[in-house]
């Protein structure tokens, strides 16, 4: 039974083509005929898929992106892909398509006669193709290579399905609090207003979680939150440097100038001024910041040096979606 609706539809499609073929025949042409050109169409689909080749090829240097020279690898790939497709659409356009140009005044806009004459013209134009499918197939390739090259560096903007490395931090506890040339860090270094960064010792200072801001606060003004009591041993603190606005430094330690307004120091990012305060647990004092510095909790060594005590409080830098779901690693 399904057989035979099977050849029944195929019998159908054949003797509806043979029909249009017909119908094709016996209506005149508006585009004079012309002879097929399979070199032509042969070099078309060559060049299409070429340029897919190239497409990928700038991928495949993305990918790998250790390649000396890489960036001239990377151009030389892209542009070569639309040489090839521009070539292609030439070839096409100048041995594939038959074209005539004839004086006329425009018909009246929407006349269903000039409709049909259009898409006639259009059907007519295609008659030389002799390797549609073929011709299609290769386009398409090359079109989709184009589009997966072009949407290649997004991937750069940040992890596509493993955000993982988002939440990683190279603090541990007790890891010691050196500076930018490796010196150790102790308690009695740290002085009340002034500004400190720190960095974990034996890790990259580059990484996005390793710089610290570090100040010492009257124990009698913190009031860090709850869980927190502990972590900030002498009346010392440390924060993230990365503001979680906008993933600039914070840079500036704001010394209070007047009671009402500024009632004690804070720590103040410059560029868009996101301010915190550090006796609370870096919440947001005033800016665009949208949640408090991640802290880190400190502890002090028999020698009188300050260590990690732990990860942070939360994820590093600036906001993204789900980033209060997420803990740091």
Same mark, same amino acid.
């Given at each position: 039974?399904?057989?035979?609706?099977?050849?029944?539809?195929?019998?159908?499609?054949?003797?509806?083509?043979?029909?249009?073929?017909?119908?094709?025949?016996?209506?005149?042409?508006?585009?004079?005929?012309?002879?097929?050109?399979?070199?032509?169409?042969?070099?078309?689909?060559?060049?299409?898929?070429?340029?897919?080749?190239?497409?990928?090829?700038?991928?495949?240097?993305?990918?790998?992106?250790?390649?000396?020279?890489?960036?001239? *690898? $990377?151009?030389? @790939?892209? !542009?070569? #892909?639309?040489?090839? &497709?521009?070539? +292609? =659409?030439?070839?096409? %356009?100048?041995? /594939?398509?038959?074209?005539?140009?004839?004086?006329?005044?425009?018909?009246?806009?929407?006349?269903?006669?000039?409709?049909?004459?259009?898409?006639?013209?259009?059907?007519?134009?295609?008659?030389?193709?002799?390797?549609?499918? *073929? $011709?299609?197939? @290769?386009? !398409?390739? #090359?079109?989709?290579? &184009?589009?997966? +090259? =072009?949407?290649?560096? %997004?991937?750069? /903007?940040?992890?596509?399905?493993?955000?993982?490395?988002?939440?990683?931090?190279?603090?541990?506890?007790?890891?010691?609090?050196?500076?930018?040339?490796?010196?150790?860090?102790?308690?009695?270094?740290?002085?009340?207003?002034?500004?400190?960064?720190?960095?974990?010792?034996? #890790?990259?200072?580059?990484?996005?979680? +390793?710089?610290?801001?570090?100040?010492?606060?009257?124990?009698?003004?913190?009031?860090?939150?709850?869980?927190?009591?502990?972590?900030?041993?002498?009346?010392?603190?440390?924060?993230?440097?990365?503001?979680?606005?906008?993933?600039?430094?914070?840079?500036?330690?704001?010394?209070?100038?007047?009671?009402?307004?500024?009632?004690?120091?804070?720590?103040?990012?410059?560029?868009?001024?996101?301010?915190?305060?550090?006796?609370?647990?870096?919440?947001?004092?005033?800016?665009?910041?949208?949640?408090?510095?991640?802290?880190?909790?400190?502890?002090?060594?028999?020698?009188?040096?300050?260590?990690?005590?732990?990860?942070?409080?939360?994820?590093?830098?600036?906001?993204?979606?789900?980033?209060?779901?997420?803990?740091?690693?």
């Amino acid at each position: 039974m399904v057989i035979a609706a099977l050849v029944l539809a195929g019998w159908r499609r054949k003797r509806k083509e043979e029909e249009e073929e017909k119908e094709k025949s016996e209506r005149e042409r508006i585009v004079p005929s012309a002879p097929p050109n399979r070199g032509a169409e042969t070099a078309v689909i060559v060049l299409l898929l070429l340029a897919a080749l190239s497409a990928l090829a700038f991928v495949a240097f993305y990918a790998i992106g250790s390649l000396a020279d890489e960036t001239q *690898l $990377l151009g030389a @790939a892209l !542009g070569l #892909a639309f040489a090839l &497709l521009a070539a +292609a =659409l030439i070839v096409t %356009a100048k041995r /594939l398509i038959v074209t005539e140009e004839n004086e006329e005044d425009y018909p009246e806009i929407g006349a269903p006669d000039e409709r049909q004459a259009v898409a006639q013209v259009v059907e007519e134009s295609a008659d030389r193709l002799t390797r549609k499918r *073929l $011709l299609r197939l @290769a386009g !398409g390739a #090359a079109g989709g290579a &184009l589009g997966v +090259a =072009l949407a290649t560096p %997004a991937v750069s /903007l940040g992890p596509v399905f493993d955000v993982s490395s988002l939440y990683a931090t190279p603090w541990r506890r007790g890891r010691r609090l050196v500076d930018e040339v490796g010196t150790p860090f102790r308690a009695d270094d740290i002085g009340p207003g002034t500004f400190y960064t720190a960095y974990p010792e034996g #890790a990259s200072h580059d990484k996005i979680a +390793a710089p610290l801001v570090v100040v010492r606060v009257d124990p009698a003004e913190l009031d860090l939150p709850a869980g927190r009591e502990g972590w900030a041993p002498q009346g010392i603190v440390a924060y993230s440097k990365i503001c979680t606005h906008a993933g600039c430094a914070v840079a500036l330690y704001r010394k209070p100038l007047f009671p009402r307004t500024e009632p004690r120091a804070a720590l103040v990012c410059p560029c868009h001024y996101s301010t915190f305060d550090p006796a609370k647990g870096a919440t947001v004092l005033f800016g665009p910041a949208g949640r408090p510095l991640p802290q880190l909790p400190l502890l002090i060594d028999r020698r009188g040096q300050l260590r990690a005590a732990g990860n942070f409080s939360g994820p590093v830098g600036p906001s993204w979606w789900g980033v209060r779901i997420g803990k740091p690693t």
